[in-house]
């Protein structure tokens, strides 16, 4: 019998774009569920997400700059503290599991900060460059990235730069030793993060474009959620979830 795994969006609802990321997955293969654990009441997730197979982090606010040292800067950001509290206690719950992650946008500035990192609070303000990261007019702006040599992204995407998407003002800037680059922009900007050492630990990867805005066409787009759930269809096996 085959098996179609059950994924969790830590964040599916609010804007049409939201609804994106689960057209994005399904675009690449049989899904049997995406749950938007932000609709569920709090007393609901945990278990819920103990039935999943693989957690997106999605796009969205900024994350709270008293969750990295830099509280004082906390009016050049949008905040969601509700949102920034139930990701990082979510966060926490699929490390523990194991379970795949994938975080977008947002969702890789929160795995790095979740894990000691610290952000750019905003790229303009903060760093001297020529590229603009931000959205612009309200659509995306582009430009070039690199993968480096030897990482996951770059085995996944199967080539070495490339033209992503891009609308963020805020990026990591100070990696934890747990994680390390995986993609740059031409200005140092860090695009994609992996587990420095990934031996016993679940799958995880942080891209700060939105793979599921992009052209489907694109090696930044398709190729990331078809390996995701490849992930996730590897963990339900290994933990002999709900297979036959």
Known sequence: MEYYPKIALSKGSGSPKYGMYESWLRSVGNVAEVIDLWSLPAAQRTAVLNECDGIVFTGGPDISPDKHEQAERADECVIDTLRDDVEFSVFEQVRELKMPVLG???????INVA????????IPTDIQSDT???SMNNEDSTHEVETAAGSMIKK?????S???NSAHHQAASVLP???RVAAIASDGVIEAVEWSEPMGKGFLLGVQWHPERMDFNSPFSLPIA???LFEAESY????????P
Do not use: N, V
């Open 104 to 110: 977008i946008c947002r969702g890789l500035q929160l």
């Open 115 to 122: 894990l000691g990192g610290r952000l750019y609070i905003d």
């Open 132 to 134: 603009e990261h931000r």
């Open 156 to 160: 996944i995407c199967r080539t070495a």
């Open 162 to 164: 490339g033209k992503i």
């Open 177 to 179: 030793q747990s994680l």
């Open 226 to 228: 078809r390996h995701f």
């Open 236 to 243: 339900a096996a290994l933990y002999a979830k709900r297979l």
